[in-house]
């Protein structure tokens, strides 16, 4: 790894884990700590009329964002979780109980998000099957290409393991100036 012309490494980092874990609010901490610019997977994906964009519009911003040196990504996409982790330095893993997840998702209904283009009106049931599955349908797949992961990977198994981890970070960055990215 080379040294940006800053004389600082890139910083590249995933915030990966089931919707209602809090990635987004992990993710929104970490860059008012850091400066990094974040996107959040789910507004190059979702349009504000509810449909999505294309594929190929998905991968093309994606790829545009991830070839440059300095991101926080915020969001799953497992599809796309192989070409993200080839660039990046250090992956967060919230691995919550099912349970938070879903309280997270439900406690979010009705509020406006910066990570989501409408505001949910209702906890839709295919999103809570979703959620209720992840464990077992998604997860396992994304610890497989963990595996191979060169970087750093930090896994969080509770809302107080990740405010605990944040504190420490903004210590070392305030101590400091420069993350332990």
Known sequence: MTPSAAGRFPERILVIGSPGAGK???????????????LHLDMIWHKPDGTHTTREEFDRRLSDVIGTDRWIIDGNYQRTIPMRLRRCRRVYLLDFPTEVCLKGAEERIGKKREDLPWIETEFDEEFRQFILGFRENQLPAIL??????????????????????LREEEARFAADGNPTF
């Open 24 to 38: 987004t609010v992990f993710a929104r901490r970490l860059h008012a700590m850091t400066g990094l610019p974040l």
């Open 144 to 165: 497989s290409m963990l595996q191979s992961f060169d970087g750093e990977l930090v896994v969080l198994r509770s809302r107080e393991e990740s405010e605990q981890r």
